[in-house]
T-cell receptor, first 113, second 112 residues
Framework: KQEVTQIPAALSVPEGENLVLNCSFTDSAIYNLQWFRQDPGKGLTSLLLIQSSQREQTSGRLNASLDKSSGRSTLYIAASQPGDSATYLCAGRYWNAGNMLTFGGGTRLMVKP | SQTIHQWPATLVQPVGSPLSLECTVEGTSNPNLYWYRQAAGRGLQLLFYSVGIGQISSEVPQNLSASRPQDRQFILSSKKLLLSDSGFYLC???????????FGSGTRLTVV
């Protein structure tokens, strides 16, 4: 059974700091890995999608990496802002699990002004 | 471009009442469709998924059912709601394989 783990569960940083959110997965037979953002009471917004053949994807201040051999993905947020405060979820889509996503538990990020 | 619509945004229903939540997708054909539930302070739980009209798979036994009467329409239903059905319900769609998922804005259901 595939498992996706996110550590830490919560993180608080001062504004302007660069930060890294971690995601680990147990099965290397991964189609792709997707990072989402969820604001309180809202749906999930897709941030970045990394295919298994890719090493990283970038969008603005966000950079996501994927290392299949170590079973790890990281989401790097540069120059954090209070508006980045949200829960960040990673999810893996696997070759041997149909079309289903396996979600991590999320990291709740607070960026203090 | 593809869009996903989910309604209503908020719903308060008494115990024992029926439920119908609707999700529609625009701008694509033959999408894979999903219903997730997120209980307060907990992770996302996959409830149902569908790869085509009339094809529904259930991930967990429960008081809910799903239907896909049209290619881009996915409905979550219950005949009699329980208190434990309260939660945040999210609809999503994806293409097969290497495509990412796109989620709707969610429905906050409170059963009282």
């Amino acid at each position: 059974k595939q498992e996706v783990t996110q550590i830490p569960a919560a993180l608080s940083v001062p504004e302007g700091e660069n930060l890294v959110l971690n995601c680990s997965f147990t099965d290397s037979a991964i189609y792709n890995l997707q990072w989402f953002r969820q604001d309180p009471g809202k749906g999930l917004t897709s941030l970045l999608l990394i295919q298994s053949s890719q090493r990283e994807q970038t969008s603005g201040r966000l950079n996501a990496s994927l290392d299949k051999s170590s079973g790890r993905s990281t989401l790097y947020i540069a120059a954090s802002q209070p508006g980045d405060s949200a829960t960040y979820l990673c999810a893996g889509r696997y070759w041997n699990a149909g079309n289903m996503l396996t979600f991590g538990g999320g990291t709740r990020l607070m960026v203090k002004p | 471009s593809q869009t996903i619509h989910q309604w209503p945004a908020t719903l308060v229903q008494p115990v024992g009442s029926p439920l119908s939540l609707e999700c529609t997708v625009e701008g694509t054909s033959n999408p894979n469709l999903y219903w997730y539930r997120q209980a307060a302070g907990r992770g996302l739980q996959l409830l149902f998924y569908s790869v085509g009209i009339g094809q529904i798979s259930s991930e967990v036994p429960q008081n809910l059912s799903a239907s896909r009467p049209q290619d881009r329409q996915f409905i979550l239903s219950s005949k009699k709601l329980l208190l434990s059905d309260s939660g945040f319900y999210l609809c999503a769609w994806s293409g097969a394989g290497r495509y990412g998922y796109t989620f709707g804005s969610g429905t906050r259901l409170t059963v009282v």
